[in-house]
């Protein structure tokens, strides 16, 4: 099957620093693809440079068949690529429903043939907002809400732009044992819905358990890309993470 | 409320209050009207990017001063009708806030707000250096007194300014409630996840400076007819900037009655102020009000309303 995203021979400098060097990447459609490394090792640059935040200098990103390069942020989530903020990001003065709505108004309904009527569109943040379950609390603030909830809103924000590719940027960071769960059902339905997720954590728990690929960012490269078992055992990773 | 009804109702209400004006007893009451509507529009126009969109705009004197200047320059060459020195000034007003909307690519915040204000220096010494307009002594506008069925010429400002008003106001609330509008406060909240949601960030920004730009230019338009002496330093006046500011944040800035409410507030005091203590005192009157909006209301009149309400529900 052809690949939904294929990253080829991509570079990111900040100046003198190589934050990303020569990464390539295929994820096929349907996969969970988890992604390591240790800290400034490169994982946020890379989400960053597939999603338009930050273009990079080389290579290129291809997603869905299209070629994104020099292509802003906005039109990769329409074109089916979204994401969620390492650090929540809701709109603070919106209801919960509202923060919904916004991904909804640009993204589906500029799409063809998928526009929403008002009516249309309430019932789709309610379900939207159900399916994270925070339809309970769809009329208040995000101010209101606590840390887990936020994640659960930022999911939920992501998933209205109804994407093909999700990108979840430490969706789990400070959360405890339970919620990490909570959050990891979520990101499984939503890949048994046919949505292909590259998951970014630190909690190897969580990515082993939900990955069914692993690939490691060290110091800007890839160093390893397999199966879960087979990566943890990688003379290179444990090298990365433990020392010699 | 849907909008056609909302425009329907905004009509009606500004046509029943030039019925009422027109039982004023003198012309004076028309005089100090037209700066009351100015500061409508102006504190509305702002709010359009500064409170919707969350870009602060300190060079609001700009905007005016060059759709006031536009018309200055167009009566040099051509005396032309209001209206249409209103639309004329809005597009060149329109086209100065479109090149605004491009700072925000790389300004944000204070900076950019900084910017504005310098924006508004240079403008100030290009017209001061334009001997075309008058330069540094001004230019003067001669009017006529009289007007067809409305009489004075003082009454036919006041109606222009008040349909500009309405206008304004029109487009405010139909922006807040629109796809637009959502766009816009996703801006404001917060740009990297309102582009990571599909808002096309910078194209909503230059929809929201040049929107707000140009209504503030249509603004400015009758000035020269309303004073007859135009100069500089009048028509690029800091307290266009600090009115325009002061007004929504007193009023209230997420809505468009905030701004309607802060104008009529604000404005209607300065004009008491100025015909019954003395005009030096007005941005006296409006610094120490926005201090104590600041520290006691900080979401303006709306917002202090807002919460009363929501006080009021709890407790039953």
């Known amino acids: ?244 | 409320m849907g909008a056609k009804r909302f425009w329907l109702i905004a009509i009606l209400v500004g046509a029943v209050f030039f019925g009422l004006s027109l039982m004023a007893p003198n012309q004076y009451y028309f005089q100090a009207g037209y700066v009351v509507l100015q500061y409508i529009v102006l504190a509305t126009a702002w709010n359009i990017l500064g409170g919707y969109t969350g870009y602060v705009n300190f060079g609001v004197a700009a905007f005016f001063a060059l759709g006031a200047y536009s018309s200055v320059a167009l009566y040099k060459l051509a005396p032309l009708p209001i209206p249409v020195l209103m639309l004329i000034a809005g597009i060149v007003s329109g086209v100065v806030g479109l090149g605004m909307g491009y700072l925000t690519l790389r300004l944000r915040g204070a900076f950019f707000s900084i910017a504005t204000l310098a924006m508004a220096v240079v403008m100030q010494t290009l017209i001061t250096n334009w001997d075309y307009v008058g330069g540094s002594r001004g230019a003067y506008i001669l009017r006529p007194a009289q007007v067809p069925i409305l009489g004075n010429y003082i009454v036919y400002l006041f109606l222009i300014m008040l349909i500009l008003a309405v206008i304004t106001i029109g487009i405010a609330r139909s922006i807040e409630r629109s796809r637009l509008g959502f766009g816009f406060a996703s801006i404001r909240d917060d740009e990297q996840a309102a582009e990571a949601a599909g808002v096309p960030t910078l194209r909503l920004k230059l929809v929201a400076t040049t929107l707000s730009g140009a209504l503030m230019g249509m603004a400015g338009a009758p000035l020269p007819y309303y004073v007859t002496y135009l100069d500089p330093a009048s028509g690029f006046s800091l307290s266009y900037a600090v009115n325009s500011i002061a007004m929504p944040l007193i009023g209230g800035m997420t809505n468009w009655i905030g701004p309607l409410i802060g104008a009529l507030f604000l404005g209607t005091i300065q004009q008491l102020a100025t015909v019954t203590i003395s005009s030096a005192l007005n941005l006296l009157i409006v610094g120490l009000l926005l201090v104590g909006f600041v520290v006691i209301a900080p979401n303006g009149i709306v917002g202090l309303v807002e919460r009363a309400v929501e006080r009021a529900r709890g407790r039953r």
């Open chain 1, 1 to 244: 099957m052809a690949a939904l995203l294929e990253v080829t021979d991509l570079g990111k400098h900040f100046g003198g620093f190589t934050a990303l060097d020569g990464i390539n990447l295929a994820v096929a459609p349907g996969e969970r693809v988890g992604l390591i490394g240790p800290n400034g090792s490169g994982k946020s640059t890379l989400v960053n440079c597939l999603c338009g935040t930050l273009r990079n200098e080389t290579g290129s990103v291809r997603f869905d068949g299209k070629v994104m390069d020099g292509l802003p942020a906005h039109q990769r989530t329409r074109l089916g690529m979204a994401r969620s903020f390492q650090l929540p990001k809701p709109f603070v003065s919106m209801s919960l429903a509202d923060n919904i709505r916004i991904p909804l108004l640009y993204t589906v309904n500029v799409r063809r043939g998928t526009h929403l009527a008002p009516a249309e569109l309430d019932g789709r943040c309610d379900e939207l907002l159900h399916l994270v379950g925070l339809a309970e609390k769809a009329r208040r603030r995000p101010r209101d809400l606590t840390q887990v909830e936020m994640r659960k809103l930022e999911l939920a924000r992501a998933m209205a732009a109804e994407p093909k590719l999700l990108i979840a940027d430490e969706a789990m960071a400070g959360l405890s044992h339970s919620e990490v769960d909570d959050i990891l059902a979520l990101l499984s339905v939503l890949n048994e819905r046919g949505i292909t997720v590259i998951l970014i954590e630190h909690i190897m728990r969580a990515v082993m358990s939900f990955s069914n690929r692993l690939v490691v960012l060290v110091a800007g490269r890839k160093i390893a890309d397999g199966l879960p078992q087979e990566v943890t055992r990688n003379p290179d990773v444990v090298k990365a993470y433990i020392g010699e």
